[in-house]
């Protein structure tokens, strides 16, 4: 089935800034609250957003076997489970709605007033309900740097590094939107030249720049999916930081991997841009520096060309740009994720989120944490306030942004937007 709705050259009648991150080519899904305090499946054109329950209610999407209350919930779950044909169908309707030339809504005052929104009137929720959520350690540059700091440049990677993309398990319950803040942890830290560990909240709060992908009802348990039919069930992809508590992590990790120190808050951007609007930006990844095993050898692009920017903003001071990288970066991809994720048997379900892994680029300035970019706290970061970082302080605002771009059109993300609050007092 063809994707119309990526088509470079239409226009919509809805009035769109040229920068814009939504374009009529993206067409988003999210979840959020109106201005009438009830809560909708909903879509982006520009700066406005679209309910697409009162579009369905309105009869739009007349011909697409679709649930009365599909998009009358409070979670992307079942939209998502719906599949790959559904999204495109749905998503292709959009974009014909809001063609410039279709005056069916255009023209309807009446219906355009219980569909479309200005975003200061919604407030964007969690788009799904997770139900599982994975992250991956899957950019080389990353994992050279890290191991480097801790094991030394001849064993930075360690051996199965480069045969299997490395995952550990996460904890759903504390990923959240864009706009909720995030509180500095407690936990245990063994101090420099300490011999008893001490209880107190984190000193080395650091973001993690990933993106995270949306998987569908994807295998029974016990089935593999193979890695070149794993994008079939991959709904989307979001702006992720995986909120990291260094000097947790550094006591607690071995021998079973990170725990306390990652799961106190994760952050999403609120829009899941799919699949089907990236086809235009993909491109080839690194070449593997060793043989894969063939669960892992996949044909065609499966990369994909997204900027990244990191920026971080005292309070009540402007933001600083402190990181510039790619998604393009990953030695492993999401085919790869996904396949070697479901090799065992392993059932994914509608909703659940796999993390990139932290993605640093080749040069200092791409790199994806405080950790690299200050390494170790070496080399610290000057705010535009003239203040410096080693890592996050108290009441600091980290923003991810991210966007594709080529000569016709520019797909973003959004921007994931959270602010570090001090430990609560124990």
């Not at 050259?9 to 939504?22: A, G, H, I, V």
């Not at 990923?175 to 936990?187: C, D, H, K, L, V």
Request: hydrophobic residues 35%; glycine residues 8%.
């Amino acid at each position: 089935m063809p994707i119309t709705a990526n088509d470079p050259n239409r226009k919509t009648w809805l009035e769109t800034n040229p920068d814009t991150d939504f374009p009529i080519q993206n067409i988003p899904f999210g979840v959020f609250l109106t201005r009438d305090d009830i809560i909708t499946i909903g879509t982006r054109i520009g700066d406005y957003a679209i309910d697409l329950g009162a579009l369905h209610q309105l009869g739009y999407f007349k011909g697409i076997d679709l649930t009365d209350d599909i998009f009358l919930q409070d979670t992307l779950n079942d939209f998502i489970s719906d599949g790959r044909k559904t999204w495109r169908l749905v998503r292709n309707r959009i974009a014909d709605i809001f063609d410039k030339e279709n005056p069916e809504l255009r023209d309807n005052e009446n219906h355009r007033k219980h569909i479309l929104f200005t975003m200061d009137e919604i407030e964007m929720q969690l788009p799904v309900q997770v139900g599982d959520y994975t992250d991956f350690y899957s950019s080389k540059e990353h994992a050279t740097n890290v191991g480097t700091m801790f094991r030394g440049k001849e064993n930075a990677l360690m051996p199965n590094w480069l045969h299997i993309p490395v995952g550990y398990h996460g904890r759903s319950s504390s990923i959240i939107p864009s706009g909720i803040n995030a509180r500095r942890p407690w936990g245990q830290t063994m101090p420099e030249g300490a011999t008893e560990p001490v209880f107190g909240p984190s000193k080395l709060v650091d973001f993690e720049l990933e993106m995270a992908f949306i998987t569908t009802d994807a295998n029974a348990l016990g089935e593999p999916i193979p890695v070149n039919e794993a994008e079939d069930y991959i709904f989307g992809l979001v702006l992720f930081n995986d909120w990291s508590a260094r000097d947790i992590q550094k006591w607690e990790y071995v021998p079973l991997g990170p725990f306390l120190a990652k799961n106190f808050a994760s952050s999403i951007s609120p829009w899941i841009v799919t699949l089907d609007a990236l086809q235009p930006y993909k491109v080839e990844g690194p070449k593997p520096e060793r043989e894969q095993l063939p669960y892992l050898q996949y044909k065609g692009k499966k990369s994909y060309d997204i900027n990244l920017e990191v920026y971080i903003a005292p309070e009540n001071a402007a933001e600083t740009k402190v990181s510039t990288s790619n998604f393009k970066y990953m030695y492993w991809n999401m085919a790869q994720q996904l396949a070697h994720h479901t090799v065992n048997g392993c059932n994914v379900n509608s909703g659940d989120m796999m993390g990139s892994g932290t993605i640093s680029g080749p040069t200092p300035d791409s790199y994806g944490s405080m950790l690299e970019l200050t390494w170790r706290g070496a080399k610290p970061i000057t705010l535009s306030d003239g203040t410096e970082r080693k890592f996050i302080n108290d009441n600091d605002t980290v923003i991810l942004r991210g966007y594709c771009k080529n000569d016709k059109v520019r797909i973003g993300f959004g921007e994931c937007r959270t602010k570090l609050l001090p430990a609560i007092k124990q």
